[in-house]
């Protein structure tokens, strides 16, 4: 059964840094098969990032990672906004078929968890 757990959300001022971790276990993923996305309440789920690509909003603040021997991705944020405030997901899906920004794309979600940034 694969799971994905996050961790590593919280409260933070306007201008901090958080690191989000995604845990997977069950099967292992790819560098390409996993993803960031964030959703606000009564809005469609966002792509945050993937291993190369970011979302524009989030260029040269956000970088995402892996740890391949702890089947961990990373979500590293700096410069946080008020704006990013969000609940984010780690994402991973079975193959590369499909456009990696697209939320449909994805067969496991996380349970996300809550980034708060205060102004």
């Known amino acids: 059964q694969v799971q994905l757990v996050e961790s590593g959300g919280g409260l933070v001022q306007a201008g901090g840094s958080l690191r989000l971790s995604c845990a997977a276990s069950g099967r292992t993923f790819s560098s390409a098969s996993m993803a960031w996305f964030r959703q606000d309440p009564g809005k469609e789920r966002e792509f945050v990032a993937a291993i190369r690509y970011y979302a524009d909003s989030v260029k040269g603040r956000f970088s995402s990672s892996r740890d391949n021997a702890r089947n961990t991705l990373y979500l590293q944020m700096n410069s946080l906004k008020p704006e990013d405030t969000s609940v984010y997901y780690c994402?991973?899906?079975?193959?590369?078929?499909?456009?990696?920004?697209?939320?449909?794309?994805?067969?496991?979600w996380g349970q996300g968890t809550q980034v708060t940034v205060s102004s």
């Open positions: 994402a991973a899906r079975a193959s590369t078929i499909g456009i990696y920004a697209d939320p449909r794309s994805y067969d496991y």
